[in-house]
């Protein structure tokens, strides 16, 4: 089946885009951005797309990236699009908010995308990750330890982000590519090793190939899709557990019943725990393993109090029979910690930063 007949079985596979929608179009300049560009634009009469290419300079790679910028702008004039485009100081963004490059560069383009989706009232943003991103996410996660969440890689589809190509290869874009005459740029930082994801993509995955499996991409994909739907189970019955053990909630409190919480499977406890924290903590503050367990020991041991400190200004606090999750709050009452003092030295006191 030709290419673009395949794209867009899977934008149909997964409800990706519907006519009428107005889609935003990561452009880097890249073969992956510019094939997807092309592949909407062939989309955008039969379906009444509205198509909005959007490129951001990360000012990374100095002359590099302000010509990759010049390259977006002149093949938008081809394809008689609008270009949404911009240049953020994203390394001084990085010592800023003292993050990584990879995390700092996401952070500032997505906030890009979502500024950019405002500003041309655009309901989708469509990304050109493809079927060997997938399979390098899938193994970077394996490698550090991920649980189902990560096996389960990049989503086609996680709000108003779509990703088209995700079930495509790259020899198969650089392929429709040339059958179109379709020019890009090589962004050089892929081919640097610093970066973890680089090592997978340019050592660990062929050695992989030549030496373990020659279908490795497949059979990584095939695991992400075996996963997503089974993780997708898990949390229909992880949130009607949540009803059952539910004691009381607010915005920054939760509070559930351990009696009850004590005779759910071990698996669905821990994701309790997960989906609660989020709901106080937000979305981007997800529990580490050790977080989860260290709640889980709290709850076993015969003590009838106890509590631990969570990420993103939360913590577990047990009180004869019950769990509460709460938000730190500035000024809590009187007793709700109790710290041995350090003398000398520095006692940290997490309720109160």
């Given amino acids: 089946m030709p290419m673009f007949s395949r794209v867009a079985r899977t934008i149909d596979k997964f409800k990706m885009i519907s006519s009428g929608d107005q889609v935003l179009v990561g452009v880097s300049g890249g073969p992956d951005s510019v094939a997807l560009l092309h592949i909407l634009t062939r989309l955008k ?26 390259f977006v702008a002149n093949l938008c004039k081809d394809f008689k699009l609008p270009l949404i485009q911009d240049q953020i100081d994203v390394p001084a963004y990085l010592i800023e908010n003292n993050v990584s490059s990879q995390q700092g560069a996401r952070e ?52 108003n982000i779509v990703r088209p190509l995700l079930e495509i290869s790259k020899e198969e874009i650089l392929d429709y590519c040339k059958e179109w005459n379709l020019p890009s740029r090589i962004d050089s930082s892929n081919l640097k090793t610093v970066y973890f994801r680089n090592k997978i993509r340019l050592e660990l995955m062929p050695l992989l190939q ?9 059979s990584l994909i095939r695991l992400s899709e075996i996963v997503r739907d089974e993780d997708e189970y898990l949390e229909i019955l992880t ?25 759910l499977p071990c698996a669905i406890r ?62 809590p009452p009187i007793g709700f910690y109790k710290y041995r003092l350090r003398i000398p030295g520095i006692t940290s006191i997490p309720e109160i930063n």
């Fill in 45 to 70: 009469d039969k379906m009444g797309l509205g198509i909005y290419p959007a490129h951001l300079d990360h000012m990374f790679r100095g002359k590099e990236s302000q010509e990759d910028a010049l």
């Fill in 108 to 159: 500032v383009r997505y906030g890009f995308y979502r500024d950019a989706t405002l500003m041309v009232g655009a309901n989708k943003v469509a990304l050109g990750h493809h079927a060997g991103d997938q399979a390098e996410t899938v193994l970077l996660n394996l490698i550090r330890g991920a649980g189902l969440k990560g096996l389960k890689g990049i989503p086609p589809v996680r709000d």
């Fill in 210 to 218: 030549e030496q373990y499996n020659s279908g490795i991409v497949d």
């Fill in 239 to 263: 949130k009607n557990a949540l009803k059952e053990v539910i004691h009381s909630r607010g915005e920054e409190r939760v509070v559930i019943g351990l009696d009850k919480f004590n005779r």
């Fill in 270 to 331: 821990r994701r309790l725990l997960i989906l609660i924290c989020k709901s106080i903590a937000g979305e981007n503050r997800a529990l580490s393993y050790l977080n989860v367990q260290s709640i889980l020991e709290a709850i076993t041991e015969k003590k009838n109090r106890g509590k631990v400190q969570l990420p993103g200004g939360i913590f577990a606090l047990k009180r004869y029979g019950l769990l509460e999750i709460v938000k730190a709050d500035s000024s």
